[in-house]
């Protein structure tokens, strides 16, 4: 394969068309491992349905796999759905357990029940049990992939068992080894390197380091990150309310978990409900997902064109004023979302709970009023040069500013509120707030309007 394969990625998919035509599951396997990342995704969206199954059936089980975690879930699990669910266990199978637990959630109940029934029963029941966990807590990321052994264990059995184990535990990313008790309650972890360098007869341990940090397999999302980023460690054992261990959630498992919580924000953010989606699927099913709110926001519409309603006397005499309504709603819209945004990431980091609620909300307030000035008295100076009108520029300008300060506190403030009752803030935060300003911003515009119409109709 040549390095031209990655500068025209299109000539690749092209090869992998070809290879799944005439059978050439080498020359298939080799194009897709020469893409960068993220590049497999794209190079199976230009085959067909036909050739994407084909392609998983003439690579190894082992390969298919791999593929499967490169891929988004909602692709792998759309691609999985479709294939035998032999030859679909078989690939679920060689996938890392966190992996597996994501990639069956995304398929409907009766083909994952289908696909794990035919999995060796020591697994599926792992992977049952995973599935128990909120897929945004400890227990719901970890992996159970790793290597542990009794305290009593000497250190020749140990290296022992690895050697016999070797293809095994080959496919596992280990950095430590974790010592239990007979009962399965973690009391020590052994880096590789004193396993290693231990004379055989040892016992882990008198060697193991004790008391090792650990997490509740019920810790947040939000809590593993502030953790993460407070201590850079591969990986941090879990346990139970008796401390018997049950996983390791990694540091690259948890920063993949904040992207994909992110851009899972960012789709419920822009009115896209039910999870990821690609445009590879049904279009009925895609419809659906962003229906949902936008059938909503026509009631929420509604509402705030109502107060323009009250008002239609004063717009009427003021007909210059239906110019500055979208400016006001829309400047303000976007200093809230402003807002919003930086309360969703602090959220999402961990810097900030409900409980900080007036604290982040004040120092909002600070940044509304110099932010508000300053756009209202450009605003304001617009209205003056435009009209030649004084108060037309006094009325516009003091609509901006007042608006502005209420768009920013209600978007620091909407995500927190919304976290505290237990609703999703990705969900409501930015309706909600593009609703209330617009009606903030019409009902300060069209009052402010109301009280000084002898100066505006001279």
């Not at 709970?353 to 100076?381: C, F, K, M, T, Y």
């Not at 300008?397 to 007042?402: K, R, V």
Request: glycine share 8%.
């Amino acid at each position: 394969m040549n390095d031209s394969s990655t500068d025209r990625p299109q000539e690749s998919w092209k090869q992998i068309e070809a290879a799944v035509k005439t059978g050439d599951a080498e020359t298939a396997a080799e194009c897709l491992e020469s893409f960068p990342a993220g590049e497999s995704a794209r190079a199976l969206s230009h085959l067909d349905q036909s050739d994407q199954e084909q392609l998983l059936a003439m690579l190894p089980d082992q390969s298919a796999a791999a593929l499967m975690e490169e891929l988004p879930d909602a692709q792998a699990a759309q691609l999985i759905a479709r294939i035998p669910v032999e030859q679909a266990a078989a690939i679920v199978g060689q996938m890392e357990s966190d992996e597996q637990v994501d990639l069956l959630h995304q398929i409907r109940d009766h083909t994952s029940e289908a696909i794990l029934n035919q999995m060796a029963p020591s697994e599926a029941e792992n992977i049952r049990f995973l599935s128990k966990y909120d897929s945004n807590s400890a227990g719901g990321l970890m992996v159970t992939e790793y290597l542990v052994f009794d305290e009593y264990k000497s250190v020749g059995d140990v290296l022992s068992e690895l050697r016999q184990g070797a293809d095994t535990y080959g496919r596992y990313q280990v950095q430590y080894v974790y010592v239990t008790t007979g009962e399965g309650r973690l009391v020590g972890v052994l880096r590789l390197r004193d396993l290693v360098l231990s004379s055989a007869e040892t016992l882990l341990k008198t060697i193991m380091i004790r008391n090792p940090s650990t997490v509740r397999d019920i810790t947040s999302l939000e809590d593993l990150q502030h953790l993460f980023h407070q201590r850079p460690l591969f990986g941090i054992p879990v346990v139970d309310d008796e401390d018997r261990l049950l996983g390791i959630v990694r540091q690259a498992d948890i920063e993949q978990a904040g992207e994909e919580q992110a851009g899972r924000t960012m789709l419920r953010f822009a009115g896209i409900l039910g999870g990821e989606e690609l445009r590879s699927m049904p279009l009925l099913s895609r419809c659906r997902r962003r229906l949902s709110w936008l059938s909503i926001n026509i009631v929420l519409n509604v509402a705030a064109a109502s107060v323009i309603a009250l008002y239609e006397d004063t717009l009427t005499a003021v007909i210059a004023l239906a110019v500055f309504l979208p400016i006001v709603s829309d400047m303000s819209g976007c200093s809230g979302n402003q807002a919003v945004a930086v309360s969703m990431r602090e959220l999402v980091q961990g810097v900030i709970r409900p409980r900080d609620l007036w604290q982040v909300v004040s120092n909002e307030a600070s940044l509304g009023i110099v932010n508000g000035l300053a756009l209202g008295l450009l605003l304001g100076l617009v209205g003056f040069v435009w009209k030649g009108n004084v108060a037309l520029g006094l009325v516009v300008g003091a609509a901006l500013a007042a608006n502005t300060l209420v768009a920013v506190c209600l978007g620091s403030l909407i995500p927190l509120l919304l976290r505290g009752l237990k609703l999703d803030p990705a969900i409501a935060s930015g309706p909600l707030l593009t609703t209330v300003t617009d009606m903030c911003g019409f009902f300060f515009l069209l009052s402010f309007a109301q009280m000084m119409l002898p100066y505006l109709t001279v």
